[in-house]
């Protein structure tokens, strides 16, 4: 069975402080994928990344940063000198290949930057 | 308008009413989805439309009927909810499997649903 675990439900850091979001997921499927997808305030879900299961390599963007590995089943997240516009819910997904937008969503983490 | 647009933001209702919640996508896309996000739970899967056609029902109940009569627009007709179905109903689009789909979702800003 597939399950997407966010074991943190709500984090608060101060301003350009560094915060790791933690994501582990199951899965039978070789061929897999994982999101991160933020949602603010507003409502909608924003997608943030996606990789592929044959795809370990970690990625930056900005002040954004991933960390894949296999070996523990994880796709932690985390954001460098964060800002108060990154304040949001936080979901990882996962989507196992050959499904059509079925993914299956972690229960999220609230995230709070304070100024 | 760009992007993923859901009618209406808030909805009240009755549990004998019958209501409609609207979805519309302007980025071309061929696959609509409709997802259901509670307060204690992770986001569920409701119905996948792909060209029209309606591929995936992950068990919902029958009080939910969804509509999709082209691919730019996306219904879920409602009628004899119950409290419990009160929720933020999210609706998404992709390109369809075999018109490149890598798994990226565009989400509306979701119809705040409260059953009384």
């Known amino acids: 069975a597939q399950k997407v675990t966010q074991a943190q439900t709500e984090i608060s850091v101060v301003e350009k402080e560094d915060v790791t979001l933690d994501c582990v997921y199951e899965?039978?499927?070789?061929?897999?994928?994982l999101f991160w997808y933020k949602q603010p305030p507003s409502g909608e879900l924003v997608f943030l990344i996606r990789r592929n299961s044959f795809d370990e390599q970690n990625e930056i963007s900005g002040r954004y940063s991933w960390n894949f590995q296999k070996s523990t089943s994880s796709f932690n997240f985390t954001i460098t000198a964060s800002q108060v516009v990154d304040s949001a819910v936080y979901f990882c997904a996962l989507s196992e290949g050959g499904s059509q937008g079925n993914l299956i969503f972690g229960k999220g983490t609230k995230l709070s930057v304070k100024p | 308008e760009t992007g993923v647009t859901q009618t209406p933001r808030h909805l009240v209702m009755g549990m004998t009413n019958k209501k409609s919640l609207k979805c519309e996508q302007h980025?071309?896309?061929?696959?609509m989805y409709w997802y259901k996000q509670s307060a204690k739970k992770p986001l569920e899967l409701m119905f996948v439309?792909?060209?029209?056609?309606?591929?995936e029902n992950n068990s919902v109940p029958s009080r939910f009927s969804p509509e999709c009569p082209n691919s730019s627009h996306l219904f879920l007709h409602l009628h004899t909810l119950q409290p419990e179905d009160s929720a933020l109903y999210l609706c998404?689009?992709?390109?369809?499997?075999?018109?490149?789909?890598?798994?990226?979702?565009?989400f509306g800003e979701g119809s705040r649903l409260t059953v009384l």
């Open positions: 439309y792909s060209l029209e056609e309606r591929v």
């Open positions: 899965t039978r499927d070789t061929t897999y994928y």
């Open positions: 980025l071309g896309h061929n696959a």
């Open positions: 998404a689009s992709s390109q369809d499997r075999a018109g490149g789909f890598t798994g990226e979702l565009f």
